[in-house]
């Protein structure tokens, strides 16, 4: 506790200042240089008294003062909790005006009893009281009351929601972080310690280190079903990078320049190995995950849901529920630790079928986001077989038509963008969140195979077979005792979906985006038969051509989808050409390819890589029949149409711009010179290029800005940390290859007519100059 005056101020001296000066002023400086008063203990009780209705302070400074002297240690602290709750009752309803003002942030918003609380010291004296436990030298520590803490814990959540600066403060003190950690083995105050937690960590500057949780294993293996679910919503912030949702957007420069400061694992992948080093913790998320709900019954169902989607807005609400399932539920002495505990509260069985889904939803989205980061992170192979063992996806699959993707109203179709933070309703975070759990799961991953039931993969050997080719190594791997059961696997059934989505949805996006996953890696022409027969090319041409859909993210991730599923396929290109079959649908088509090239230029990768095929195919039949009748095939068979979208390629990208989004342009644009290198045509190529500059007027600039992309490629691709199979596996094209052809272009001699500098012209040559950090 603060000395009652500054070190070199008699009493008398300090009485006179303050009776002439402004008390919230000197406060405010104490708190700014550390020096001088800083709580209302410190202050005489008839000054405060005699301010109080001036400064309208509502008797606050004279509670905290009562607080203070009845809290001394060794006191039974009943005098103390009866001026904390009146103290409880100013503030709580000042926390909720804040909630539900169409959440107006502080600075918009005045709440002057937070405010008064803070400033006289009230969440420094609260956290010393929830503290002293811990700093008694006594080995059997004093047990405090549950309720007594559960009040301090609340008011220090409403003075964190409605007083800025109030978090951070409690953000920036470890200790108390850390001991906040120990309240949750506690279940009465369990849920007022995590909402806590979760406010204070989503400020903290720097990321804690689970490690450094007392007995987080015993912790974690202490909580109930319940509280695991709610334990998740401060895992997340643990676990994540800072700025995932914008990593796309990253300049490559900035990113392998921060690799190289930080080349010790992050913060973030060391608490993944924690959490994952826990006992059951996986485990228990599938188990979580995957938990069936009684199916709803009753006409009113939806308007009633959409009614607690409005209600369940306000987070405070929320767990104002949970708080009443869990206290219910001990006093009537039913709670269990196990995954039925949800389901056997007393209260639950009074609440509206609605509200147990609702319930039910929320508390799966934070499970699902946990296991989503661990399936990307650098464990990732470990958590895959973890959820293969436990059965996550059959169990998801069970899910599907009652819980996940059920029927739902026009409400709901609002469009958010691909923010996986959208401020939505509980259902869309659910869907979203489900499709980019199936997305990680299945990119570039043998166990994509488990999304399909064992019909379908005897759907998958028998296309195989049919077409004479040997079946994929994951697929005779695949234990079929991890499949999903059931009519229809989860793949089939998110197919069935997306093809009834309505054009203006978001889900679009996701949905794209978990279908392509699917097919990315070495191509597999029985995963493309797959879907090409049900139907998934004519849907997606549909959303590309006809479906009036404006939005880039939408039209990008159906141009990869559609990428992945014709390459090196020539029945996908048959398929496309009965739909594209005039020559108005052809030139929409293109225009929507043409109208964003970082968006469709993995589609236009696609066509030349399997023209290049089909044109060393001409023994065949079928192949020759479709190369003459195919108008996308002869389209980029024509010479001047691939150097078209060379030349945009490499102008629409420099090495300052590069991001994990566009470097697929400087991809593209070596696929196409690889090609032409393979027929020596490469010295054609380079040569139109250079007419392009003179005709366009700038000479230099787009060879010299194609030159310092490929050295930017040579250091960011042979980095020996870098999987390069990714260009490979999606080119059949040997990394070798695309490294010889880097050095070819590269090279020094301005004899070589394969070489960048010999169609540059000395008075342009910008060769030396470096663009590339270190």
């Known amino acids: 506790m603060a000395t009652l005056l500054g070190s070199d101020s008699p009493c008398t001296g300090a009485r006179r200042t303050l009776c002439t000066g402004n008390i919230v002023t000197k406060f405010t400086t104490s708190k700014i240089t550390g020096k001088g008063f800083s709580r209302g203990t410190q202050l005489p009780g008839g000054l405060l008294q005699e301010r109080d209705k001036r400064a309208k302070w509502h008797g606050i400074p004279t509670l905290l003062q009562k607080l203070f002297e009845s809290s001394h240690p060794n006191s039974d602290l009943s005098q103390a909790h009866s001026f904390l709750k009146v103290l409880s009752s100013q503030l709580s309803m000042e926390a909720m005006s804040f909630v539900t003002e169409d959440r107006k942030t502080a600075q918009e918003s005045t709440f002057p009893n937070t405010y008064t609380f803070d400033l006289f010291g009230g969440v420094d004296l609260l956290v010393e009281i929830l503290m002293r436990p811990t700093l008694t030298m006594q080995k059997k520590k004093p047990k405090m009351n549950d309720d007594l803490v559960k009040d301090c814990l609340s008011v220090l959540y409403n003075c964190c929601i409605c007083t800025e600066g109030v978090t951070k403060s409690l953000a920036a003190r470890d200790d108390f972080v850390l001991f906040l950690f120990t309240l949750m083995t506690n279940k009465k105050t369990f849920l007022q310690t995590a909402t806590l937690i979760e406010d204070i960590l989503g400020v903290k500057k720097e990321m804690i280190h689970l490690e450094g949780i007392p007995n987080l294993s015993g912790l974690v293996q202490s909580f109930d079903q319940q509280q695991l679910a709610n334990f998740c919503r401060i895992l997340s912030v643990t676990i994540s990078e800072p700025d995932v949702g914008n990593d796309d957007k990253h300049t490559l420069l900035a990113k392998n320049a921060q690799q190289k400061r930080n080349a010790s694992p992050s913060r973030a992948e060391v608490n993944q190995v924690t959490l ?151 259902e869309i975070s659910f869907k979203i969140q489900f499709l980019r759990l199936l997305q990680s799961f299945s990119d570039h991953h043998e166990n994509k195979y488990l999304l399909l039931n064992s019909q379908e993969l005897n759907e998958l050997s028998a296309i195989s077979m049919k077409a004479n080719i040997p079946e994929v190594e994951a697929l005779v791997n695949t234990d079929r005792s991890l499949v ?18 309505p054009p203006d949805s978001s889900f679009r996006f996701w949905q794209a985006r978990a279908v392509e996953s699917f097919l990315r890696g070495a191509t597999s022409y029985a995963d493309q038969m797959f879907l090409l027969k049900r139907g998934l090319l004519e849907h997606i041409l549909f959303c590309i051509i006809d479906s ?55 589609l236009v990768r696609c066509i030349v890589l399997s023209l290049d095929r089909f044109e060393s195919q001409t023994e065949d039949v079928k192949v020759v029949e479709v190369l003459s009748e195919c108008c996308l095939l002869s389209y980029m068979a024509r010479v001047e149409n691939r150097l078209s979208f060379l030349f945009r390629l490499i102008n629409i990208i420099n090495v300052q711009t590069l991001t994990q989004e566009n470097v697929s342009c400087l991809n593209t644009s070596l696929v196409i010179l690889m090609l032409a290198r393979r027929k020596a045509k490469l010295p054609f190529y380079l040569n139109a ?86």
């Open 484 to 501: 999903c059961d059931g009519k229809k696997g989860l793949l089939t059934r998110l197919l069935t979906v997306m093809k009834r989505e």
């Open 548 to 602: 009036g859909c404006t939005s880039r993210d939408v039209l990008q991730s159906y141009f990869d989808l559609l990428g992945e599923l014709m390459k090196f396929n020539i029945d996908a290109f048959k398929r496309f050409n009965k739909y594209v079959n005039t020559p108005e649908k052809f030139q929409t088509f293109l225009t929507q390819i043409n109208s964003s090239l970082v968006d469709s230029n993995m």
């Open 276 to 426: 994952l080093n826990i006992p059951g913790f996986i485990e228990r998320l599938c188990k979580l995950a995957t938990r069936k709900v009684s199916e709803a019954t009753g006409a009113n169902f939806l308007q009633e849901l959409e009614d607690w989607y409005t209600w369940l807005d306000n987070a405070l609400v929320l767990d104002a529920l949970m708080q009443m399932a869990t206290e219910e539920a001990e006093q009537s002495s039913t709670e269990s630790s196990d995954e039925s505990s949800l389901s056997t509260s007393p209260l639950r069985h009074r609440l509206p079928q609605s509200m147990k889904i609702v319930h039910e939803i929320m508390y799966k989205v934070e499970v699902l986001y946990v296991l989503c980061v661990l399936l990307m992170g650098r464990q990732r192979n470990q958590v895959h077989k973890m959820l293969a063992e436990f059965r996550l996806i059959p169990g998801l699959n069970n899910l599907f038509d009652k819980l996940i993707w059920r029927k739902y109203t026009a409400s709901n179709h609002v469009v958010h963008g691909q923010n996986e933070n959208c401020d939505c309703s509980p």
């Open 689 to 774: 290029l250079r007419e392009k500059e003179y005709a366009e007027k700038y000479p230099g600039c787009l060879l010299n800005n194609f030159h310092n992309l490929l050295r930017f490629w040579q250091r960011h691709y042979l980095n020996k940390d870098k999987d390069s199979t990714c260009l490979e596996n999606s080119s059949c094209i040997p990394f070798s290859y695309w490294k010889e052809t880097v050095s070819v272009l590269l090279g020094s001699d301005r004899t070589s007519l394969c070489a960048i500098a010999s169609y540059i012209d000395e008075p342009f040559m910008d060769l030396d100059k470096d663009l590339l950090e270190d």
